[in-house]
């Protein structure tokens, strides 16, 4: 029986199906099927190997796809669950989490070998490389060498007014990773901003209380007209972030008060709907989350500013946003 129709996918409801038994009833489109292959195929080449298994075990869940996917997805599952058996958070020291993946994270990435011949081959990497991806990687490794030359190369790196915002984000990450400290000038998405070194954000959970809210008041909201949204709604909300830190987007949605939450959100759904589905009903979202008259300009305002991150993430450019 139908239960429900969704965008993204369609919940159905089912008794006495063998073929069935086991798997939510959760029915993916092919637009969102592209959308999950797009999302494990960057966790994997970021070594997010914990993300990656969520994901599968979720993708393995639905229905209403070809064999051989669910084939390919489990036995990649099996590898990951073969070669990573504990995960990244998982592997049994129960102190702080924060701590135990922090320090899981290092022993992956730390390389056994430090030798000259390495350290110039990563800078190189991390300068020159033409995929973002492995400039990316290159720096999630760099943060466990042990070379002091490594942070002045990435202090010289980073004064390079055309580096992408997301390189420049990752860049701030790894001198924080290393110890380091200070203040670093910098040109973000046209603006000169100036930002400590030793308080960027390492992950979600370590940015402030508003921004955190503004991704749960969308996922509450978007998850009950479509149960997979909530993953790609935080992607782009943490992508997004990495854009936009230190910017005076940024330090707008710093306010602690519900209508820049509430304007943020619906903004992050609007988005959200134009990314996955390719249209979005402005108005019903408007609607959900109380944009009135009187909000309504801050509520374009932040549609213009995340659509223009969107738009760049999808084309892979790094122009300046419109």
């Given at each position: 029986?139908?239960k429900a129709?969704l ?15 086991g ?7 092919p637009s969102?099927?592209?959308q ?17 298994k ?7 869940q639905?229905?209403?796809q ?6 390919e997805?489990?036995?990649l ?6 070669a990573?058996?504990l ?9 702080d ?15 056994p070998?430090?030798?000259e011949?390495y ?16 400039q ?18 990435i ?5 390079d007014?055309?580096l ?11 001198l ?8 670093v000038?910098l040109?973000r ?7 400590e070194?030793e ?9 402030p ?5 503004i ?16 993953h ?6 943490k992508?997004s ?8 987007a940024y330090?707008?949605?710093l306010r ?12 992050l ?20 989350y109380g ?25 892979g450019?790094?122009e300046?946003?419109?």
């Amino acid at each position: 029986m139908l239960k429900a129709c969704l965008k993204g996918g369609v919940i159905i409801t089912t008794s006495g199906d063998t073929h069935t038994e086991g798997k939510d009833n959760v029915y993916l489109f092919p637009s969102m099927l592209d959308q999950y292959q797009v999302a494990l195929t960057r966790m994997l080449e970021s070594e997010q190997y914990r993300e990656a298994k969520e994901l599968l075990g979720f993708l393995l869940q639905c229905q209403g796809q070809e064999k051989r996917h669910y084939e390919e997805w489990s036995n990649l599952l099996s590898w990951l669950e073969m070669a990573f058996p504990l995960g990244e958070e998982e592997a049994g020291l129960q102190a702080d989490e924060g701590e135990d993946e922090e320090a899981l994270r290092a022993e992956l990435l730390k390389p056994p070998v430090q030798d000259e011949a390495y350290i110039s081959q990563l800078l190189y990497i991390m300068r020159n490389h033409p995929m973002l991806d492995q400039q990316l990687l290159a720096l999630e490794r760099a943060a466990y060498v042990d070379a002091p030359e490594i942070d002045e190369a990435i202090l010289e790196w980073l004064g390079d007014a055309e580096l992408h915002p997301i390189l420049q984000f990752k860049a701030l990450q790894c001198l924080k990773r290393r110890g380091q400290a200070g203040t670093v000038m910098l040109r973000r998405l046209d603006e000169a901003v100036e930002l400590e070194i030793e308080a960027t954000p390492l992950s979600l959970e370590d940015f402030p209380g508003p921004v955190n809210q503004i991704l749960e008041r969308t996922i509450a909201v978007a998850e009950v007209d479509d149960p997979t949204l909530p993953h790609f709604a935080t992607e782009l909300w943490k992508e997004s972030l990495q854009f936009l830190y230190g910017t005076a987007a940024y330090g707008w949605m710093l306010r602690d008060d519900d209508e820049t939450v509430d304007c943020f959100a619906a903004a992050l759904h609007l988005t959200l709907h134009l990314t996955v589905y390719g249209s979005a009903n402005d108005d019903d979202i408007r609607d959900t989350y109380g944009i009135s008259d009187s909000l309504r300009f801050r509520y374009e305002q932040a549609c213009r500013t995340l659509r223009g991150i969107a738009r760049l993430l999808q084309t892979g450019g790094d122009e300046h946003q419109p």
